[in-house]
């Protein structure tokens, strides 16, 4: 039996190679949080700008809309411990950010001191992608973390396309 496109689907698209990062936002009434993020990419150089997708179940997601300011930590690809923090998700109102180092941007969102760098940035616009939204972010701010130069971005790829 041979495979058809539409079965290959699934690990073809997988092959994609992706960063993995921690996002962090602020709510409207101050709170904080941060979520791991893998579907990022740089998709401007004037103005600098990345996307991002969120997966619409996130609590996170409904913080996030044109005009928000968000940050992004850059991972190292020996920082698997902040796969098992940030991979699960938290629910509303519990601490994203206990026990780790963390610095602000010129915002005031909390970074990860302990990352490869950051980034921020405001959401000029947002597009729906099914079970996620894509945004984009114009970038004004960016930091090197204590493992820049010192260690590669971590770079993920997934056995099936269609799930994490």
């Known amino acids: 039996m041979s495979s058809t496109p539409a079965d290959l689907l699934p690990a073809v698209l997988g092959q994609i190679p992706s960063g993995l990062s921690i996002l962090t936002a602020r709510s409207p009434d101050g709170q904080e949080t941060g979520m791991l993020a893998s579907w990022l990419q740089q998709a401007a150089f004037e103005p600098p700008a990345i996307t991002i997708a969120v997966n619409k179940s996130r609590y996170l997601h409904g913080w996030l809309g044109p005009g928000t300011s968000l940050a992004i930590s850059l991972l190292g690809e020996t920082q698997k411990q902040m796969l098992g923090h940030f991979g699960k998700g938290f629910d509303p109102g519990t601490p994203a950010f206990s026990g780790l180092a963390l610095s602000r941007t010129p915002d005031g969102l909390p970074v990860l001191t302990d990352s490869t760098g950051w980034l921020e940035g405001t959401i000029s616009a947002m597009l729906d992608a099914g079970d996620h ?9 960016a930091g090197a973390g204590s493992r820049s130069g010192e260690e590669k971005p971590w770079v993920h790829l997934r056995k099936n396309g269609l799930h994490y």
Not at 133 to 141: D, E, H, K, P, T
């Open 133 to 141: 939204s894509v945004f984009l972010v114009q970038l004004s701010a």
